[in-house]
Each structure stands twice: as C-alpha cells, then as structure tokens.
C-alpha cells in the first residue's frame, strides 16, 4: 500500500521557519523523483519544488532562494526546507511521487502551513 505522510505544517509568523517532512512507503522510493505542491483557498495547486531521484533540484520562481528541497533515500523522506516565510505562503501543501516510465502518481494527504503578518 502506497503511502505519503506530511508532516510539519503549522502556523508561523511572517519571516519564520518551517521544515515540512514527507515520509513514503510502499513502493521503490530512491527512483521516484519527488516534489512539493501547495494549494491556496481559491488558486489552483501550484508547483513549489521538485527533486529528482539523482538529486536535481528545481524551484518555483516565488521560493528560490528561501525554501530548499531534499531527500533522504535511507529513510525514504523528502523535505521542504521553508524560510523567510510571507503570508502568501500559506496554503495547503502536498507532497508528490513521479515515476513517468510507468505512469505512477502518487500524493499525500496535505499539510497546513499558515503565516501571519
């Protein structure tokens, strides 16, 4: 059974820090490329950061800079590194499992990030 757990959501205040955590199970997590998504009340689910299985990085133009993904392939993690957080940050965020060679998705469940001014 496939499973995407987040973790690490909460409210900070505007400038702060959050580490979101994303643990995986249930299928082969080291040649998964993996991401971050997060959903504003009212927007569509937008892209925030996407890391390959061989550790590429890429970044949405409006957190390059203060939000840094990574993972951990022993303990089949990814994170998401949030800093400098703005108000506009806040949303839902998802964590997302890619293996296009056999059309697998797979998304967690979500967690709230909230930032106050």
């Known amino acids: 059974q496939v499973q995407l757990v987040e973790s690490g959501g909460g409210l900070v205040q505007a400038g702060g820090s959050l580490r979101l955590s994303c643990a995986a199970s249930g299928f082969t997590f080291r040649i998964f490329n993996m991401g971050w998504y997060r959903q504003a009340p009212g927007k569509q689910r937008e892209l925030v950061a996407t890391?390959?299985?061989?550790?590429?990085?890429n970044y949405a133009d409006s957190v390059k800079g203060r939000f840094t993904i990574s993972r951990d392939n022993a303990k089949k993690t990814v994170f998401l590194q949030m800093n400098i957080l703005k108000p506009e940050d806040t949303a839902v965020y998802y964590c997302?499992?890619?293996?296009?060679?056999?059309?697998?998705?797979?998304w967690g469940q979500g967690t709230q990030v909230n930032v106050s001014s």
């Open positions: 890391i390959t299985r061989d550790g590429s990085t």
């Open positions: 997302n499992a890619e293996y296009r060679y056999t059309n697998e998705y797979y």
